[in-house]
């Protein structure tokens, strides 16, 4: 018999995690693991599960659901966990309002600066394409909806919702109670703000779809090829957005609201 104390390290801490913790671990919801963790989203990646707006399925209805041995999930979580953290990731750790202004300067200004040129190239190779690849018009067509949404998404949370978030975070840490206008104001941003994020979600994933995984096909010119490249880029960045909107913040939101 191996004795323990023989075991590489890694291996004994797997141990002792499925010895106590892996039910516990398994009704974990995918949200909360990459919220805990950001370095656990490379697995969750790798196998094609959503953990910004499907976040909150369990670990274990997600194996189910995807056919995954959840043992071997475990395990490819716990060695993510060994590699090293950057304290860049850890964004869980971060006051409130550096954690909006994160949102707003890398995210919202990704947004910002590139939803007009990606629905303008989808709209120019279905122009271009659309006679051999119809399902480019129906991509330019469901781009044009995320551009025009997203953009009253990114007013709404800086004008309203970020803002109500600051006055009620710096009431707390005052040891004062959030003003009752903010409270109300925040419940119900958080409802809507879910729902515009499921909406985006599925959009973005229809879209990866009707592409293919972005495939790009043999007969298509290099406008096709920078398309469906900056697709896939808005897709990994809505992916981290949505991730530390959904599973951090409006955690953290909620909270304030439990204060109150």
């Given at each position: 018999m191996i004795k323990r104390d023989h075991l590489p390290k890694d291996t004994g801490r797997f141990i002792r995690?499925?010895?106590f913790n892996k039910t516990k671990e398994a009704s974990k919801t995918i949200g909360e693991f990459v919220a805990e963790d950001y370095r656990t989203?490379?697995?969750?990646a790798k196998y094609g599960v959503d953990f910004c707006c499907g976040g909150?399925?369990?670990l274990a209805a997600t194996c189910q659901e995807k056919a995954l041995d959840p043992d071997k999930i475990l395990q490819e979580i716990e060695a993510a966990r060994t590699e090293p953290l950057q304290r860049s990731e850890n964004y869980a750790a971060w006051p409130l309002p550096f954690l909006i202004d994160y949102i707003?300067?890398?995210h919202h200004v990704y947004l910002k600066e590139n939803d007009e040129q990606i629905a303008a190239y989808a709209r120019k190779i279905a122009e271009v394409h659309g006679a051999h690849h119809p399902e480019v018009i129906e991509i330019a067509r469901i781009f044009e909806k995320i551009a025009s949404?997203?953009?009253a998404h990114l007013v709404e949370e800086e004008e309203v919702f970020f803002p109500a978030i600051k006055r009620a975070d710096a009431a707390v840490r005052s040891g004062q109670n959030p003003v009752a206008k903010d409270s109300v104001l925040i419940?119900?941003?958080?409802d809507k703000l879910h729902q515009d994020h499921q909406q985006i979600g599925d959009a973005i994933h229809r879209i990866r779809h009707l592409a293919g995984d972005y495939a790009v096909p043999a007969d298509v010119c290099n406008t096709f090829v920078v398309t469906y490249r900056k697709l896939k880029e808005f897709e990994d960045d809505l992916h981290k957005h949505v991730h530390l909107e959904n599973n951090i913040l409006f955690s953290k939101a909620e909270?304030?609201?439990l204060v109150a």
């Open positions: 995690m499925t010895e989203a490379e697995v969750f909150q399925a369990t707003v300067n890398t949404d997203m953009a419940k119900s941003e958080l909270q304030l609201q």
